[in-house]
């Protein structure tokens, strides 16, 4: 349960970011293991506690993906996909360098958010820790929702997805969308870092595996749909822990792509896409 | 017409039989100009990275799609010729040709239902495959060695002719090579060929223009799997060892970044980029630490300036200069 909270929030930045511009954005993968990077500097390079850190955290990536968009995509005036594409995979490629250079190469520990007693709900043990994920992502999707619904940028975002052309009409700036799903995108990435990182332990390719496994997620439910990308990774989560559990915990990794691929041959579509 | 002017019709009719006659020559001296074997070794693994490379930008640049798994089709050529022709002691060359036709059966039900669908869903199902490939090379380990790599495959031979050391090694990888450029050069300027171009350039149009377009994509990404997997075999008899780490993602992405460097969809450029992006490493060695920045800044500097590749690109930057400067002394 609690990856798939994780790879539901990376697929609902894969998915705001495909929605206004049709790509896939490599750099999402990175967004992760930087939120993460952010957190452990802000618990002890600087020394914040942890309810200050997690926001500064997700701020600072949420900045990082406006810089990303404005400094890597918007220059290349491109409306080709493929150049899109390759131009986020160079940007990745770009922040995993950095990263490796500010933070260096070693394996990091975060400690959790709130200690590592097991909390007793109903009978059944559960780590703080995953309690909290369980909380905060539900509580990012719910904003994330409300945003998109009461927000004007966020019904912009909206009106850019349906089409593009006719928002631009209207008087939308979507330019500043792009770059506005891009932050959210951060945002998301960002906030999945800082919540996974006390589990997975931290280093700069940390985001690689879990960032594709959340696009596996994202495709699972149907490329583009938000409800899509939270069913996804949740179901994804539940059947790779499911499968770590009875078939063996060596291929762990290879069964969100082994169900990838059984969605590509089954339903194209995901589970809830149109 | 003056005799100056059909010597040049002469060169521009054949210019690409030239030029390969001409590269072929110099690869042949090759050999002798340059006696280190490191710097040998270097050149044949330039090869056997155009060979990949020119596979995966036909895809790429005839079909308009991104395969992100490639280094999983070179992984499973070198990992399908060493158990072949190691654990179970067939003959080398057909072991080669067995896993190739494996290679591209697998590539066939990796690709048909990606390809089917609109978008950039083979990238994805790519990367996935190439994930899981990776993960059992690691982890089935009483087969492929695991992490520390199998050793002790055989070097291939013709009769008594074994190719053993970096001089013979170079003529068998390049004339491969120079095989499946030569079978690139010609199918792209093909009635199949230029059926793709156009795919490339606008799907919609390629269809109703009659081009079976997703066919068309699946026996492309066949075919650059097909010679993904023979590069791989060669690598695994030139090294006599393979082990996982030269066929992760970061392998892919890399061989998509040859792709880009030497120019989507440009034959000539595929040798280009492949020979930039692997000679790289040797020439930045003092920069270790920013390798990964130096790569991604390469990819991301050369689509923002030059789309169309390194190549093309500085001919066309020249080209516009001499045409400015012809209209301004005009």
Request: aromatic share 10%; glycine share 12%; net charge positive.
């Amino acid at each position: 349960m609690t990856s798939g909270a994780i790879y539901a929030l990376i697929a609902l930045g894969f998915c705001v970011v495909h929605n206004t511009m049709g790509i896939v954005n490599f750099t999402q993968v990175d967004f992760v293991s930087m939120g993460g990077m952010f957190m452990f500097t802000g618990l002890f390079w600087i020394g914040l506690p942890v309810p200050l850190a997690l926001p500064a955290a997700v701020g600072i990536m949420i900045l990082v993906g406006m810089a990303v968009e404005r400094l890597g995509i918007r220059p290349s005036r491109s409306q080709n996909h493929l150049v899109l594409i390759f131009l986020t995979i160079g940007l990745s490629i770009i922040l995993r360098g950095l990263m490796k250079l500010v933070w260096g190469k070693n394996r990091m520990a975060v400690p959790p958010l709130m200690g590592e007693t097991p909390v007793r709900i109903a009978g059944a043990s559960i780590l703080p820790q995953a309690l909290a994920i369980l909380v905060i992502t539900a509580l990012a999707i719910g904003l994330l929702m409300l945003f998109f619904r009461c927000t004007r940028l966020g019904l912009a975002m909206r009106g850019v997805a349906s089409n593009h052309n006719a928002a631009a009409i209207v008087g939308i700036r979507v330019g500043r969308v792009k770059a506005a799903s891009f932050a959210l995108a951060g945002g998301l990435g960002g906030l999945a870092g800082v919540l996974v990182t006390p589990i997975t332990t931290l280093s700069y390719d940390v985001g690689v595996l879990l960032g594709l496994k959340g696009f596996a997620a994202a495709i699972l439910g149907g490329f583009g749909s938000f409800p899509g990308a939270v069913l996804g990774g949740v179901s994804l989560g539940l059947l790779e822990s499911l499968s770590a559990g009875y078939l063996s915990s060596a291929y762990k990794d290879v069964t969100a792509f082994v169900v990838l691929l059984l969605v590509l041959f089954i339903r194209p579509k995901g589970l809830l896409g149109r | 017409m003056n005799a100056k002017d059909k010597l040049f019709y002469f060169f521009y009719l054949h210019r690409t039989g030239l030029t390969v006659l001409a590269l072929s020559t110099l690869l042949i001296v090759w050999p002798l100009i340059v006696s280190n074997p490191y710097n040998l070794g270097l050149s044949n693994l330039i090869a056997i990275h155009v060979l990949v490379v020119l596979g995966l930008n036909l895809f790429i640049g005839y079909t308009g799609q991104i395969s992100l798994g490639h280094a999983a089709f070179f992984a499973l050529g070198a990992y399908g010729s060493a158990l072949g022709s190691t654990t179970f002691g067939l003959p080398a060359w057909p072991v080669m040709i067995l896993t190739a036709l494996a290679v591209a059966l697998i590539a066939l039900t990796v690709g048909l239902p990606a390809l089917k669908l609109s978008g950039h869903y083979l990238a994805m199902a790519t990367l996935g495959f190439n994930i899981v490939v990776y993960t059992i090379l690691i982890q089935w380990d009483t087969v492929t060695g695991g992490p520390s790599g199998f050793a002790g495959i055989p070097y291939l031979s013709i009769g008594g002719l074994v190719f053993d050391n970096e001089v013979r090694f170079h003529y068998l990888v390049w004339i491969f090579a120079m095989l499946c450029l030569l079978l690139s050069l010609n199918l792209v300027r093909s009635g199949v060929g230029r059926g793709l171009a156009a795919l490339a350039e606008d799907e919609t149009a390629a269809a109703v223009l009659g081009v079976d377009t997703r066919t068309a994509k699946v026996k492309v990404f066949v075919l650059s799997a097909v010679f993904a997997s023979l590069a791989g075999s060669l690598f695994a008899h030139c090294y006599t060892f393979v082990s996982p780490d030269s066929f992760s993602i970061f392998v892919s992405v890399d061989f998509v970044i040859m792709v880009v460097v030497g120019g989507m969809g440009s034959i000539w450029g595929t040798l280009f980029g492949s020979a930039l992006i692997t000679l790289l490493p040797e020439w930045i060695e003092v920069l270790e630490n920013y390798k990964d920045i130096v790569h991604g800044l390469i990819l991301v500097l050369i689509l923002l300036f030059m789309p169309r590749g390194l190549v093309s690109g500085i001919v066309e930057m020249v080209r516009t200069r001499i045409a400015l400067s012809r209209q301004r002394h005009a």
